[in-house]
């Protein structure tokens, strides 16, 4: 018996009796016709295999392009939803001759006249926020927003450290605002799409991930950092870094770069923080700093290896304020801190972002390592006066 299938070749070949010494012609017709079923078989398999080869090569290139036209949706609907509520800040230089028309915005001479850079709109009585080193020293803000009106800012705070500051939109109408997203939830890969106004072109949208979590730049802005491969360009700073549901996740703020411009490196001030400077901001109109009275560094490799602890574990105390939270605490010198109130910290920046936002007046548990040996003490943080 021989049978095959069209769809995958099976060839069973069955003998149940002996053959007798005179079918030598019979054995060749049989060879003969066992020969022409095999080739028709594996012609009709290989037809088969041809087709559905092809019908998966469209199937997946369909496939493909609906993913990517569902991603493009994706960073459409984010776009929209978000870019009504961010605006191009103009903030009048100061050494600018003051009888020049404060209405004079987007002219030939605005590059001139004001620093141009972005601003985003968080809640609906129009409190907007942007960074300090775009309004800073500046004699009056006006805003264009993506509506194409031009208003007025007022009631300026500033945080210089932070680098972030607000202001308030002059408005007879309601303006759209920004939804506050988490940045604590975002995910190194995570897609971003960066707003703003570079080289004073309004409403650009660029598009990338996140690169990095945690970044420190000490020397310009205070804080840990997201770190983006989005297009920034100057005048992004302030504008919207949000996510794919179109939530702000971060604020602009520098680029790392040799020429000026973008080079694939990017930084803002996640949404965490932007919430807590601002907050901080609109209720006291400055940022209250809790400390508690020590320096910290990094841990080095010969430390961290007698400690059993990753480099990156905790943070060394060199130096404790006479007098001061840490000192009453009963810290002591070399004294490593793996966690304070109930939040590991890996770095010095980890542990800065931690301290000082927590409230004051409050005990939080504070463990480390001493001589290898694991210690739980209690510290009230108090505000600093600077």
Avoid at 80 to 89: G, I, L, P, Y
Wanted: some cysteine; hydrophobic content about 40%.
């Amino acid at each position: 018996m021989i049978s095959f299938s069209s769809k995958s070749l099976t060839i069973t070949l069955l003998v149940s009796r002996r053959i007798k010494p005179t079918s030598h012609r019979k054995i060749g017709v049989l060879f003969q016709m066992w020969s022409r079923y095999c080739v028709l078989a594996i012609s009709i398999s290989l037809v088969s295999v041809q087709s559905q080869s092809g019908a998966q090569q469209v199937d997946g290139n369909e496939i493909a392009k609906n993913q990517a036209k569902n991603l493009s949706i994706a960073f459409q609907n984010a776009s929209s939803k978000a870019m009504k509520s961010v605006v191009t800040v103009l903030a009048k230089r100061a050494d600018v001759d003051s009888t020049l028309d404060e209405l004079d915005l987007l002219d030939t001479n605005s590059a001139r006249n004001f620093n141009i850079g972005s601003g985003v709109i968080i809640n609906e009585t129009g409190l907007c926020v942007t960074n300090n080193h775009v309004i800073k020293d500046s004699k009056g803000i006006r805003v264009r927003l993506g509506d194409g009106r031009e208003l007025s800012g007022t009631d300026l705070r500033t945080d210089p450290s932070s680098d972030l500051a607000t202001f308030r939109i002059e408005s007879d109408s309601t303006l759209p605002f920004v939804t506050m997203g988490n940045s604590d939830r975002l995910g190194v890969g995570d897609w971003v799409i960066a707003i703003g106004s570079p080289f004073a072109l309004e409403q650009t949208v660029s598009v990338g991930i996140i690169s990095s979590k945690g970044r420190a730049l000490n020397r310009m802005v205070e804080g840990q950092l997201l770190q983006t491969d989005a297009a920034i360009n100057p005048g992004n700073s302030g504008g919207a870094l949000i996510d794919l549901d179109g939530e702000l996740v971060g604020i602009n703020t520098a680029i790392m770069t040799t020429n000026g411009a973008f080079q694939g490196v990017g930084f803002a001030i996640p949404s965490a923080r932007v919430k807590w400077i601002t907050s901080e901001l609109v209720e006291y109109g400055k940022v209250r700093r809790a400390k508690v009275g020590l320096r910290v560094e990094r841990l080095t490799q010969t430390l961290a290896d007698e400690l059993k602890l990753p480099v990156r574990g905790g943070v060394l105390v060199t130096r404790i304020t006479a007098d001061g939270p840490a000192q009453k605490a009963g810290l002591e010198i070399d004294d490593v801190i793996l966690e304070i109130a109930q939040q590991q910290v890996f770095t010095p920046e980890d542990f800065r972002a931690v301290v000082e936002q927590l409230p004051a007046d409050q005990s939080y548990p504070i463990k480390l390592m001493r001589d290898s040996e694991h210690i739980t003490l209690e510290i009230t943080p108090v505000i600093s006066d600077s």
